[in-house]
């Protein structure tokens, strides 16, 4: 699947938001990454992108506090609210789901019953890897529910998408080429209606997992119970309070054998299992990366 062929509301990117973009970032290009070259929102917030053909990872911190409220609506300021996800914890504060067009989804979302802020639209400069400097242009629809506030969403309509999936920036070394699912810590019952809004019957259970299919990655949710088992022999992201959140992104790789490879050669904290390799939260932005090869 490339970006043409992503499903509507299919999972476009996680922003895994951190404290120290730099740090992070660096961590990511030990992981093998490839990312984009590093650019900055109008409302303080300074972005890199871990691109594959049909989504990407946004590795996403704060810059400058004097610009939020920048491009607000209704008095939700995209800065403010990842500022205010900084204060406890970082991790996956949200996900963004695709969109062709940001109005007509938005409008069908609310008949769904979704509370929405409204939509925000806004201009990024960039640069591209030729070096030429180019504008990106895009509307978000956002569906913060405040009972939910981590595991919350909002719609993203890239009018320039080629400026977005940009092959050079897809090509990393471990391998990596997609995200095959995110993994919440939830009750599941505490995020089947909302899911069920965005998707309808591809929402079930599957086993102990309350799964999503959203035609580009799987949302999944799992309890405490179910967590501690599928993810034994690593630490989970630390969170100080209980509540829904993510806490990890799975992707496919061309060579698990190539990810264990990097990972041993920089020293990033993992855990190697049969079938999988797990990246500690203390090394992914607090969340964990779990890579496997489904071909």
């Known amino acids: 699947m490339s970006a043409e062929a992503q499903y509507p509301l299919g999972i476009d990117h996680p922003l895994v938001t951190v404290h120290d973009h730099a740090a992070a970032l660096e961590m990511y290009c030990k992981m093998g990454f490839s990312p984009s070259p590093v650019s900055f929102h109008p409302w303080g917030t300074v972005t890199t992108l871990m691109m594959f053909p049909s989504n990407f990872i946004e590795l996403i911190g704060v810059d400058d506090l004097s610009k939020f409220g920048t491009n607000s609506t209704n008095g939700f300021c995209f800065g403010r609210q990842l500022g205010a996800f900084l204060e406890h914890e970082e991790g996956v504060s949200l996900v963004a789901l695709h969109s062709k067009d940001a109005r007509a989804d938005h409008v069908r979302l609310t008949e769904n ?5 409204g939509l925000i639209d806004f201009r990024r400069r960039m640069t591209l890897p030729n070096g030429k400097h180019d504008e990106a242009v895009v509307s978000l629809g956002l569906f913060i529910d405040p009972e939910l506030p981590d595991a919350s969403n909002f719609i993203c309509h890239q009018h320039r998408p080629e ?11 471990n391998g990596a080429d997609g995200i095959l699912a995110v993994t919440y810590l939830a009750d599941p019952k505490r995020l089947e209606s909302r899911w069920r809004a965005f998707y309808g019957d591809q929402v079930r259970f599957n086993g102990d997992a309350l799964e999503a299919d959203t035609g580009c990655g799987v949302f999944r949710a799992i309890s405490a119970e179910t967590a501690a088992k599928e993810f034994a022999g690593i630490s989970l992201p630390k969170a100080n309070a209980e509540r829904p959140h993510a806490i990890a992104i799975r992707l496919n790789t061309k060579s698990l054998d ?5 990972l041993k050669r920089n020293a990033v904290a993992h855990v190697d299992a049969a079938e999988r390799v797990l990246v500690e939260p203390s090394a992914a932005g607090n969340v964990i990366l779990e890579f496997v090869q489904t071909i």
Not at 113 to 117: I, R, Y
Not at 163 to 173: A, E
Request: no cysteine.
């Open 113 to 117: 019953g979704l509370t929405s802020q």
């Open 258 to 262: 190539d990810v264990r490879t990097i």
């Open 163 to 173: 400026l977005i999936w940009v092959k050079g920036w897809q090509n990393h070394t």
